[in-house]
């Protein structure tokens, strides 16, 4: 029923997409490595939760909850010196496995000691240039942290845009295949009379990758200008979609490769932070960074409008359809987010119900 290609367009569960259900075990961007010095520690808060990120002495990248568990004060605010974190309010030191080891108000006889005391902790992970937090309560083996292929030590730039809206907004917002023309019209990438029918080879991931989907590897559609002006020749270009919300793009052409890495973090569920990370082998960055990055942020700008425009008439509550094939892909997040909080609830694994398709659409 639920296969895009015998399915004459439905109504979607905006419910879900109203709710924004933020999905917990699973990594989540957090910033790019190089905001967090040695001895630094930020404050993120990621899926409604305070969480401190920091950088100790020895280099090595490390979360806990941002609030003291004394008085709940933010620990970001206090003081750290590389190996401890201490609370601005009433002092008390934490290591950065969570330990706490100050309590200064306290005499010997008195509880809590220190001991008593430890400050919730995160696993966190730095990876190609990024720090990823796992937001969940699992234990055991975690899902792997996402990674572009190919070229993982070749970070060019990173570029944040908060969207005021829920995770499945932002997500089906960027990942939607017929936006591109209307939304995204200039005259070096795209214009209305350039639409064309497409039709790509569709997959699931493979299971060790999570629940998710990909654009199977295809040479990039004939009017991606930027690609062939900047790589030198027609890309292939492969995408995969990796839940709840990775978007990884693989192009190369025979001689450089070129990744994009776009990950939506629920920062609240009416607020979603939207993170793209480019690499690139190309020779002569510096100036692919300089037009690059300002295009990057013209676009997820570009988007972010896009998807409130979408919001504030959804605000609405009026009746919507998703069409075949160009809304396929977002059926499907539905669908595997819903398999996902459905394996949550019932302890098992996630099934993919993914099948292999080739859907085709104009854009
Ligand atoms: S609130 Fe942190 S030490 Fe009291
Ligand atoms: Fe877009």
Request: glycine share 8%.
């Amino acid at each position: 029923m639920d296969d895009a290609r015998h399915d004459k367009g439905s109504a979607p569960d905006y419910r879900l997409g109203a709710g924004g259900i933020m999905l917990s075990n699973a990594w989540y961007y957090a910033l790019p490595a190089h905001d967090l010095a040695q001895g630094a520690m930020r404050h993120c808060t990621l899926l409604g939760e305070p969480v401190l990120v920091g950088r100790g002495a020895d280099g090595k990248v490390f979360a806990l909850r941002d609030t003291c568990p004394h008085r709940g004060t933010l620990l970001s605010k206090g003081k750290f010196d590389g190996r401890e974190v201490e609370c601005p309010y009433h002092g008390w030191r934490f290591a950065t496995d969570g330990r706490c080891t100050a309590i200064p108000s306290q005499t010997a006889d008195q509880r809590p000691q220190p001991s008593d005391i430890r400050a919730v902790t995160f696993p966190v992970a730095e990876r190609q240039g990024n720090i990823w937090v796992f937001m969940g309560t699992q234990v055991g083996a975690l899902p792997p942290v996402p990674e572009v292929p190919a070229i993982g030590d070749r970070f060019q730039f990173h570029v944040a845009v908060a969207f005021d809206c829920n995770i499945d907004l932002a997500v089906i917002g960027l990942m939607d295949p017929a936006h591109g023309a209307f939304v995204h019209r200039s005259a070096l990438w795209r214009k209305e009379d350039s639409i064309h029918e497409k039709a790509k080879a569709f997959s699931p991931l493979p299971e060790k990758e999570g629940l998710g989907w990909r654009m199977d590897r295809h040479t990039a559609s004939r009017n991606s200008r930027a690609y062939r002006l900047f790589l030198g020749g027609a890309p292939e270009t492969e995408i995969s979609y990796h839940l709840p919300s990775v978007r990884i793009e693989h192009a190369r052409t025979p001689k450089y490769n070129y990744c994009g890495l776009t990950a939506c973090t629920p920062i609240t569920p009416e607020r979603t932070m939207v993170h793209h990370v480019m690499y690139w082998d190309v020779p002569g960055g510096m100036l692919l960074k300089a037009i690059m990055e300002p295009l990057t942020r013209r676009f997820l700008d570009q988007d972010r409008r896009a998807v409130l425009d979408m919001q504030e008439g959804l605000a609405f509550d009026p009746p919507t359809m998703l069409v075949q094939d160009a809304d396929t892909q977002t059926r499907w997040y539905y669908r595997l987010k819903r398999e996902a909080l459905a394996a949550q609830a019932e302890n098992r694994a996630a099934r993919n119900p993914i099948t292999p398709v080739t859907l085709r659409w104009r854009s």
